[in-house]
């Protein structure tokens, strides 16, 4: 998810409230999530930011 827009914020909230999981956030997390909540949804729902096209293409391959 890119944040570029604001309601690219409840798409997020949406997709957490779904369950979904493995969550690439980008071009760099969003600077309202405090440390403490970035490591809960880390821990929770797998969510990581996004490094390079070549680099995010080899993980999400695998």
């Known amino acids: ?27 760099t997390l969003p600077a309202f999530l405090s440390p403490n909540v970035t490591k809960v949804l880390v821990e929770k729902f797998n969510i990581a930011g996004i490094s390079d096209v070549e680099e995010d293409m080899k993980e999400m391959i695998g």
Do not use: M
């Open 1 to 27: 998810i890119a944040w570029y827009e604001q309601k690219a914020v409840a798409v997020l909230l949406a997709l957490l409230y779904l369950g979904v999981k493995n969550i690439h956030l980008g071009p």
